[in-house]
């Protein structure tokens, strides 16, 4: 009994009757969720090759294919800046009191502050040919050591990673031969080609991240490619910038195939405000092909000075946060699971509703052109008669739109993407009561997070206002919360009679 006892009253501290700590939580302990909320504008877009870096003054600044630069001061909060000349696969250093772009298939770029304006340094120079792994510029990134640059790039397809030293006094001229860091290696499956990493001798081996951690040097290279589900993440590490590299035994370091977080990769490492490791990374959606996110979760280092990461998709302790109120998704697959209450205002053939809560970025709802006001309604309780019935204090909410109907990297490109919504609760279904008023949001992002005090509900409602676009998709629609109080059934069963 006693265990029992013990185990009600934690169950109660997490709902209702333990709320004005749940509140308090909830005020001191901010949390994220993957795929991140990010802001995106004209000139920009938060579509992967992410890439992260801390200034001197501990700002936050991220570059990402899709042009634009997001800064934080807590790695929490990004708020979007339009800027000029971003490449594709951007990366941003200090060095020597300037910032020096590169990326995909451009020159350097140099500019006196993070947000540039960036200017052209000039081409590269004393470059190898063909045969020494210089195939065009492509994942370029500069890593400095004690002052000293060096410049890693990718040699496409299966060819691997290459580094080179760097003139101190002109950052775009190569100072020796470059060194073939490592190349595709059949043995290492999760490298491979295809959604079942079925291709023995195909790769894309790309993006490559260098970090230096209590005076060892970690190199992050993303492998598969990103038409796939597996595009995952994996290291190697060596004493010097150069090598050699020894292939980590506990690869992949990012992979996860299901879900709203798939294809982990091509990311950046960067300490946090809490003095941890952070290891931020792509997002690559089941669908459209190529449609991207952002994502970040925490380095973990054994005593080995392994590396680990554990890709999460569900509120978690925002970076120097010690705790958070822990919560779970409780709206998946509840269109369709016998919750009879559950219900939408529209669909078109193939686009149905219930894609909004089976927690796949591969399907999406698209309500009818003619719906001007589209919602659907989460019944969170067993819908027969003599289930009992289960209510949760909700607390937050992702949303996942499809960018106003666009394919692609998460849409658009700068374009519009703001949207208006509204989410409401009930208990009975016909008494609802708003958690969360977005219908007068003017912020452009295609995904959203956003927290609330802990309410009970037996219902969950999203209505949206208003879309970019002629269409409106909604990938996922995700209810977090726990578990709460319980009601009889409407229908008592039998008691089971034994003789």
């Given at each position: 009994?006693?265990?029992?006892?013990?185990?009600?009253?934690?169950?109660?501290?997490?709902?209702?009757?333990?709320?004005?700590?749940?509140?308090?939580?909830?005020?001191?302990?901010?949390r994220y969720c993957?795929?991140?909320?990010?802001?995106?504008?004209?000139?920009?877009?938060?579509?992967?090759?992410?890439?992260?870096?801390?200034?001197?003054?501990?700002?936050?600044?991220?570059?990402?294919?899709?042009?634009?630069?997001?800064?934080?001061?807590?790695?929490?909060?990004?708020?979007?800046?339009?800027?000029?000349?971003?490449?594709?696969?951007?990366?941003?250093?200090?060095?020597?009191?300037?910032?020096?772009?590169?990326?995909?298939?451009?020159?350097?770029?140099?500019?006196?502050?993070?947000?540039?304006?960036?200017?052209?340094?000039?081409?590269?120079?004393?470059?190898?040919?063909?045969?020494?792994?210089?195939?065009?510029?492509?994942?370029?990134?500069?890593?400095?050591?004690?002052?000293?640059?060096?410049?890693?790039?990718?040699?496409?397809?299966?060819?691997?990673?290459?580094?080179?030293?760097?003139?101190?006094?002109?950052?775009?001229?190569?100072?020796?031969?470059?060194?073939?860091?490592?190349?595709?290696?059949?043995?290492?499956?999760?490298?491979?080609?295809?959604?079942?990493?079925?291709?023995?001798?195909?790769?894309?081996?790309?993006?490559?991240?260098?970090?230096?951690?209590?005076?060892?040097?970690?190199?992050?290279?993303?492998?598969?490619?990103?038409?796939?589900?597996?595009?995952?993440?994996?290291?190697?590490?060596?004493?010097?910038?150069?090598?050699?590299?020894?292939?980590?035994?506990?690869?992949?370091?990012?992979?996860?195939?299901?879900?709203?977080?798939?294809?982990?990769?091509?990311?950046?490492?960067?300490?946090?405000?809490?003095?941890?490791?952070?290891?931020?990374?792509?997002?690559?959606?089941?669908?459209?092909?190529?449609?991207?996110?952002?994502?970040?979760?925490?380095?973990?280092?054994?005593?080995?000075?392994?590396?680990?990461?554990?890709?999460?998709?569900?509120?978690?302790?925002?970076?120097?946060?010690?705790?958070?109120?822990?919560?779970?998704?409780?709206?998946?697959?509840?269109?369709?699971?016998?919750?009879?209450?559950?219900?939408?205002?529209?669909?078109?053939?193939?686009?149905?509703?219930?894609?909004?809560?089976?927690?796949?970025?591969?399907?999406?709802?698209?309500?009818?052109?003619?719906?001007?006001?589209?919602?659907?309604?989460?019944?969170?309780?067993?819908?027969?008669?003599?289930?009992?019935?289960?209510?949760?204090?909700?607390?937050?909410?992702?949303?996942?739109?499809?960018?106003?109907?666009?394919?692609?990297?998460?849409?658009?490109?700068?374009?519009?993407?703001?949207?208006?919504?509204?989410?409401?609760?009930?208990?009975?279904?016909?008494?609802?009561?708003?958690?969360?008023?977005?219908?007068?949001?003017?912020?452009?992002?295609?995904?959203?997070?956003?927290?609330?005090?802990?309410?009970?509900?037996?219902?969950?409602?999203?209505?949206?206002?208003?879309?970019?676009?002629?269409?409106?998709?909604?990938?996922?629609?995700?209810?977090?919360?726990?578990?709460?109080?319980?009601?009889?059934?409407?229908v008592a069963i039998?008691?089971?009679?034994?003789?």
């Amino acid at each position: 009994m006693r265990i029992n006892l013990f185990m009600l009253t934690l169950l109660l501290a997490s709902c209702t009757g333990a709320q004005k700590k749940t509140e308090s939580n909830v005020a001191d302990g901010r949390r994220y969720c993957n795929p991140l909320p990010m802001v995106i504008g004209q000139g920009g877009n938060a579509s992967g090759d992410v890439s992260v870096f801390r200034d001197d003054d501990g700002r936050y600044y991220m570059f990402c294919t899709g042009g634009g630069a997001w800064h934080s001061d807590n790695m929490l909060d990004w708020n979007f800046t339009p800027v000029q000349r971003v490449p594709v696969a951007p990366d941003v250093v200090k060095y020597r009191g300037k910032y020096y772009m590169s990326g995909n298939d451009c020159p350097l770029y140099v500019a006196d502050n993070p947000l540039g304006p960036y200017s052209i340094l000039g081409e590269w120079e004393n470059t190898p040919d063909v045969e020494g792994g210089w195939n065009d510029p492509f994942d370029m990134h500069i890593f400095i050591d004690d002052d000293k640059p060096y410049l890693f790039y990718s040699g496409r397809g299966i060819s691997g990673i290459f580094g080179v030293p760097l003139d101190p006094d002109h950052l775009n001229r190569f100072a020796d031969k470059p060194t073939h860091l490592f190349s595709f290696n059949p043995k290492h499956e999760w490298e491979r080609y295809g959604e079942m990493n079925e291709y023995t001798g195909v790769a894309w081996i790309e993006g490559p991240w260098l970090f230096k951690y209590k005076g060892k040097y970690y190199m992050q290279y993303s492998a598969s490619g990103t038409q796939w589900k597996t595009y995952a993440e994996g290291y190697y590490t060596a004493k010097s910038p150069l090598g050699p590299y020894t292939y980590a035994d506990n690869n992949p370091l990012l992979r996860k195939t299901e879900g709203l977080v798939t294809g982990t990769a091509h990311g950046s490492v960067v300490e946090g405000p809490d003095g941890g490791l952070w290891q931020f990374y792509t997002i690559v959606l089941s669908n459209p092909p190529g449609g991207r996110r952002i994502g970040m979760d925490r380095i973990n280092v054994d005593k080995n000075g392994r590396w680990s990461v554990q890709i999460t998709d569900t509120p978690q302790p925002a970076p120097g946060v010690k705790s958070a109120r822990k919560s779970l998704p409780v709206t998946i697959n509840k269109m369709n699971a016998m919750n009879a209450l559950s219900k939408f205002s529209s669909q078109q053939p193939g686009r149905y509703a219930s894609y909004a809560v089976d927690n796949s970025s591969g399907t999406v709802w698209e309500p009818d052109p003619s719906d001007t006001e589209p919602s659907i309604t989460i019944e969170l309780s067993p819908a027969t008669r003599f289930d009992e019935v289960q209510l949760f204090d909700v607390d937050a909410v992702r949303i996942m739109f499809n960018a106003g109907g666009r394919r692609g990297f998460g849409g658009g490109g700068g374009a519009s993407a703001v949207y208006k919504y509204k989410v409401d609760v009930s208990l009975d279904g016909e008494n609802y009561t708003t958690v969360l008023d977005k219908t007068s949001n003017t912020e452009q992002r295609n995904t959203i997070f956003e927290e609330f005090k802990p309410v009970e509900a037996r219902y969950v409602r999203l209505t949206v206002t208003e879309w970019p676009g002629t269409q409106l998709g909604v990938i996922e629609f995700t209810a977090f919360g726990l578990p709460c109080r319980t009601e009889p059934a409407r229908v008592a069963i039998p008691p089971i009679i034994t003789y």
